[in-house]
């Protein structure tokens, strides 16, 4: 598994993956101090809310004047499904199939509403253009409990479709702007269907009342840099090489050699394969250098664990308080959070099980208590020089240890 691989974190359906700051190896130190300051400032821009649902792609092709949806990138690439496709993809499924269904039935009326300018501006002629939406069902709920039917237009990702055939992400997002411009048209046109549409949802940040908060967050990422002789220049991919470089004078390789595992490791185009590697070295150290290469999974996630915990603390105590715009009663869904976590927590911690509480354990170093659960929001999106990244507060532990109860039960 390649670094790349080991950093992302799927968000599922065709949207691709949504990074956390450590995530993008191309990131340097100083744009990731430069991102939290301004988030602790309250100066994150078009920061929107990040919703715990189903995500659906889409396009209007409208020399057919139909609505065609994708889950998987290969949907896109195949023309999405219609209608019927996607309700046979989700046959026998309940209430997934029924949130699916009604999704669909919903977007194809609302974006029917819009001029054919406006359509053909923001698809396309023939829907080259895919935007994504999340699914709000109440009957098919995953963590947190909203309390309407909802389609969310988000601000990111948008597909193209090139001359080629291939599928690219889209540097231009306009055509969001001119959905959002349309909701209230949309929503009269579905209005009587029980279900709500919306364009991102922006959320505003309030500034930390405690400085401690950023600076205890700037020393631990320091440290992390500074611990392998490298400062805020560097990326977060210079300091993965970095440590791996330092585990592996260890082992005797000449520098030829850690070259190539550093490279195989990371994961770079081209980067030589294990046989390359054993065609290089000495045979009596080819067994250390293979063992090395495939424990590197494990070893990467240490080395960006320090980071990992110093931002999730960070956004534990940004998001506190945050309220979500398709919940009523936050004091409600908060209380209700803490107290199925609370539940998932001791039915791990009695069950006997070795590798449940051991993945507990490692969740717990986020979540630190059940006191901060204070937000029902799963976190919040925000666009960086064409990338969307998050923050994740208590959510996301709190959601994998639900996510280890369900599974373990």
Known sequence: MKLREICQLNEGGAVGHLMHLYDNPELTFAEIKSIIQDAASGKLQKASEKFDGLNLVFTWDASAGQLKVARAAGDIKRGGMDAETLAAKFSGRGSLKEAFDSAFSILT????SLPRKQII???GEQ??????VEVIYTENPNVINYDSNTIVFHGWPVFEIGDDGRVQASDDRSGVDVLSSYIDRMQKAVANRGWQVSGPAIVRLSKLSNDSILQNTLSKLDSAVNSVGLNDSATIGQYLSAKIYDDLTEFGFNKKIQDMIVSRVIGDLGAPTLIDIKKNIDKSQYDAAAAFVKASPKLLQGYIRPIELAINDFAVELLKGLESTLIDDTDAEVQRLKQATAEAISAIET?????????LKKHMQKLKSLENITSPVEGVVFVYKGNAYKFTGSFAAANQILGIFRYSR
């Open 127 to 132: 829907g080259n253009l895919w935007y994504s």
């Open 351 to 359: 069950s006997g099980d070795h590798n449940s509480m051991e993945v």
């Open 109 to 112: 009326g609302a974006i029917n």
């Open 121 to 123: 501006e923001v698809f």
